[in-house]
């Protein structure tokens, strides 16, 4: 059953929703230096970011090339990250947001306001994400930060601890938290906020299943409410605020079997929330209602609040969120009326799409994992780069001390012609340290290849182990396909299965390649065309490659998202290309041409859909293919003749070594 609550409801009133004065921002913006006019730009909210950034988009891309091309100006890079993954987060591309600023702050973030503004964002893309355990770690370390900001910096926090305790279903926690959180801010006299406070530990106490505790604090916020003065402008929504604080009280009643008190309190939450235009709210007290006449036995009220809820579902409620409970409450109506086919049919329903919800949150964490994959990554490149340095550092040293007894040599030589009567003397011991010394270097030498052959037998492992990883990952993939009944379903799983085996290509090739961080690009397509193809059942379809012999190698951040990109267009040809299984050609070449890498997917199929337009969002695989062109900058041409012809026009200097 689903409870209803008001605490982001409680937020947007009270706090507001501050919206940019557009003109004045233009205005300030076309009077500003360079760097203003990055400031300017880094301070505006996602939302509103959104909205201007059409008209600002050519000089802020200008300024963003100087930058990164002229300018050791840390500060000003962070910036462009913020604005970056602003424009993300109004896309709502989360992750892509979480990866920027992760970034962000390990290469750019110089100060303390830094840090809080990159965290700021990075726990807001968790939340909508819905990974509250990174929300929470990220609130920590922004409250450990918050002491030491400037006072002149503004920080958006988002959402309070106790909130997101409540999100990780930490009720207990969340309500000593609430409280903390009331009483440090010495509002007491604040009617709203202490509604909102007795309210949020209501809804708490609720979840809970402690109704006593519950009902006692709902009591305790109409009576607050009920006591407080307002104009006659604000009266529609205390109105509103008085019946879903009413609502809430009326859950606590059903859940203590008092149907009869409940059911007034929620019709008038239903028709001050439709007045107000709360949609979510009048749903929950549709829901509840139905709850109550299916208790009483009444099937024609229950049925008449079904088709309320119906309604808003059809009209206003679009998230997964309320189709999932609605879907599981109309399986119960039908299970009361003894109607156990209806029944099961919306049962059936509820278990695929709550099955949806959670693969798309496992992709999500997919997306996590392999965010904080690249940044361990670039953390042990920085690392491999330092020990290249030492080693280098360690050659020069060992080459002085070779000049230095060449020099002692002929020294040494001198003072032999010079000085005939001392030469057994000296020449003796110059010759045993020497030797001494030698032995050292021998030492050192014998100690710095073991350490280099483990690091080597070490790297080699760990890719081989990610390699298996994802290996098992795709196993599990294989047998939820196998027993998958639902086409659309067991297609999505293939795909992702594909996607993931040209990932683990890369780690397998890297580990049985006697470099570890390159491999050769001709070699790597040969194998993936090859694993793509035996991935699909036999068919009149023929693959042909003709890969140019081009001697170079290519690194796993450039090889992984072309490995992608080859996998989703050919997929794309064998699904897509040839329907009705006919007999077709698929041809990929590999060529290079002036400073460019062509890469070339032509099949002789049906082609693309005649509405088919490039750049716009078609697919989620089209989605991903551009996503991952613009990560290797390459240019992605589409060709519609005589089949789909796909040609991707890569520099050379992005992914060859």
Known sequence: MKIKHILIFLFLSFSGIAQIDTEKFYSDFSKSDIKNKVILTAAVSFQDLKMIYPEIRDSLEKIKKLVYTRSQSKEAKFLFNIIDANLELGNQNYARAVYIIQTGLQNHASNINDSLKGYSILKFAFIKIRNFIKAYEINSKMEMLRPRKSSSVNIDFGMKKSALYAALNFYNEAIKERRNEFYNKNIAQDTDALTGLYNDIGVYFNRLKNSDSAEVCFLRAKEVLNSKKYSEDRKTYYDFFKALVGGNLGLSYFNKGLIAKAIPLLREDIYYSLKYNDYGSAFNSYNLMVECYIKNNNNIFAKKYLDSAQNLIDTHLKDFGPRLNFLLLKSNFFKAQKDFAKSNLFLNQYLHLKDSISMI?????????????????????????????????????????????????????????????????????????????????????????????????????????????????????????????????????????????????????????????????????????????????????????????????????????????????????????????????????????????????????????????????????????????????????????????????????????
């Open 361 to 657: 949150e496992k992709e999500q964490n997919l997306l996590n994992t392999e965010i904080a994959f690249k940044i361990e990554q670039k953390e042990s490149e920085l690392a491999e780069k330092d020990q290249i340095l030492e080693l280098k550092n360690l050659e020069d040293a060992r080459n002085k001390t070779s000049r230095a007894y060449l020099l002692a040599g002929v020294l040494l030589l001198s003072a032999v012609v010079i000085l005939l009567m001392l030469r057994n003397y000296f020449s003796k011991k110059r010759e045993l340290d020497l030797n001494h010394t030698n032995e050292k270097i021998k030492l050192q030498n014998a100690q710095i290849e073991q350490s280099l052959k483990e690091k080597e037998i070490l790297i080699k492992e760990i890719h081989h182990r990610v390699k298996n990883n994802l290996q098992i990952i795709t196993s599990m993939l294989s047998l939820q396909i196998s027993k998958e009944e639902n086409k659309e379903t067991g297609s999505v799983l293939h795909d992702a299965k594909q996607r993931i085996n040209a990932i683990a290509l890369t780690h397998q090739m890297l580990y049985q390649n006697s470099n570890l961080s390159q491999i050769p690009i001709d070699e790597y397509i040969e194998n993936l065309v090859r694993q793509i193809e035996s991935s699909f059942p036999p068919s009149d379809i023929k693959l042909i490659t003709e890969l140019n012999s081009i001697k170079k190698k290519i690194n796993i951040d450039n090889a992984v998202p072309l490995g992608l990109l080859i996998n989703e267009l050919l997929t794309n040809a064998f699904k897509h290309a040839f329907p009705g299984n006919e007999k077709g050609i698929v041809k990929i070449t590999l060529n290079e041409n002036g400073s460019n890498c062509i890469i070339r997917i032509k099949d002789n199929g049906i082609g693309l859909p005649q509405d088919f337009k490039t750049g716009e969002k078609n697919s989620m695989g089209m989605d991903l293919i551009n996503i991952l062109a613009d990560q290797i900058d390459a240019k992605l041409f589409i060709e519609n003749k005589n089949g789909s012809d796909f040609i991707l026009e890569i520099p050379k200097e992005k992914i060859y070594l």
